[in-house]
């Protein structure tokens, strides 16, 4: 029967929709983090009190995600989506509004849970809807949310820092934005599930695990050090690269802020090739090379000058950055029946160790300085070298 081609159809239009909402969304969580230095001033805090903000946010946006995953693993709906774009937004509004430490934290915690609603229920549609090209979709979805997080500071560096915090309120129309694109996802989505309870079928998968339950277990630890070394690494950059920047060269935050959109840029580049080249020659190989390919870059980096500084993070973010669709979906690969848990476990161990590690890089910065955060950070790729432990998978995918 032709059933199969109806289901295919729609994955580019519908690839292109979830593309653009993680965009929307990873937009709208990344004015948080942008906004650090006007915050700081505006309430007079110290890197302690950043660093809890980030702690909180990354909490919620990080322990909630293999439970929310599980969760519509059992119970998909259509409206998960719009119900994220709404917690963002509410948060953002908090953000912009806030005039306490501890309003802050509650915006904090409130967009935390909207990445956590998000982020395993889309990775699943994806799954869902790839048609066989795995990789690719997952790479294109990511790159949505690259691409977001990297112009969420060019655009507060350009409609928030000259005027103050209170214009954040202009990122609250990309939530209207994202509930319109959600639209053809959710026409979608309603059909399949419709479908599927035709043919009393669970969310059916054609593929049986690859390897023991055993050996899919400590691969699945494997994948979660590799993660804590790309994350930990990430926060160094992505939390304090313009505090660095101001601090060691002296430029202004708007300057620092474009650093930064340079560093972005570049893990959106590099997720998207991240994908497609593990679709071809392994998953395995992607995962190899971005982990212990960073570590040149990143031991190069404390000795450089500002313009070399800003190639070497460019470099850095290219490479890091194609490891995680490799290693979400190696890890999709072994455990073929949760994709909701799976993905809401590498999302939200991520997300979690990046928050953990921004407080803890905050307090380093505060006793040692911040230089000597990049020092210490720069040995952290080598811990790729675990990755020669993963079992190959290298099954011909059709």
Not at 86 to 100: D, N, P, R, V
Not at 165 to 191: D, E, G, K, N, V
Request: net charge positive; charged share 10%; aromatic share 12%.
């Amino acid at each position: 029967m032709t059933h199969h081609h109806s289901e295919q159809k729609p994955a580019l239009e519908l690839l292109l929709a979830l593309s653009t909402i993680h965009l929307l969304n990873d937009l709208m969580q990344s004015v948080l983090t942008a906004s650090y230095p006007l915050i700081k001033s505006d309430l007079c805090l110290s890197f302690s009190e950043i660093g809890w903000i980030t702690l909180v946010y990354q909490l919620a946006a990080s322990v909630f995600q293999p439970i929310v995953g599980t969760l519509f693993d059992k119970h998909p709906s259509k409206y998960n989506l719009p119900i994220a774009t709404t917690f963002s937004l509410i948060g953002l509004i908090g953000i912009a509004l806030s005039t306490h430490f501890n309003t802050l934290l509650a915006s904090a915690f409130i967009i935390g849970i909207g990445s956590s609603v998000l982020h395993p229920e889309a990775s699943r549609i994806v799954s869902l809807s790839s048609g066989g090209h795995r990789g690719l979709a997952q790479s294109a979805f990511q790159v949505g949310g690259n691409l977001g997080s990297s112009t969420g500071p060019l655009l507060v560096a350009l409609l928030v820092s000259p005027y103050g915090r209170s214009f954040i309120l202009w990122f609250t129309l990309f939530a209207i934005l994202s509930y319109i694109a959600s639209i053809p996802i959710q026409r979608w989505f309603s059909h399949y599930l419709i479908q599927m309870r035709n043919r009393h079928l669970k969310m059916k998968v054609q593929e049986q695990r690859p390897v023991s339950l055993i050996l899919s277990l400590f691969s699945i630890a494997i994948l979660l050090i590799l993660i804590f070394s790309k994350y930990l690494y990430m926060a160094s950059l992505t939390s304090y690269y313009t505090f660095y920047l101001i601090g060691k060269f002296g430029i202004s935050i708007q300057q620092s802020q474009v650093c930064l959109f340079i560093f972005l840029l570049a893990t959106a580049i590099g997720t998207m090739i991240g994908g497609p080249i593990g679709d071809r020659i392994g998953r395995k190989y992607v995962i190899w090379f971005s982990i212990l390919g960073t570590a040149p870059f990143s031991l190069l980096m404390p000795h450089a000058g500002l313009w070399l500084t800003v190639l070497l993070s460019f470099c850095i973010g290219l490479i890091i950055s194609s490891a995680f669709p490799a290693i979400l979906l190696y890890a999709q690969e072994l455990l073929p029946y949760n994709l909701g848990l799976v993905s809401g476990l590498f999302y939200g161990f991520a997300f979690g160790i990046a928050g953990i590690s921004s407080a803890v890089l905050g307090y380093f910065a505060d006793i040692y300085g911040i230089d000597a955060v990049y020092d210490t950070c720069a040995y952290i790729p080598l811990l790729g070298l675990v990755t020669v432990l993963l079992p190959n998978l290298n099954k011909k995918t059709t």
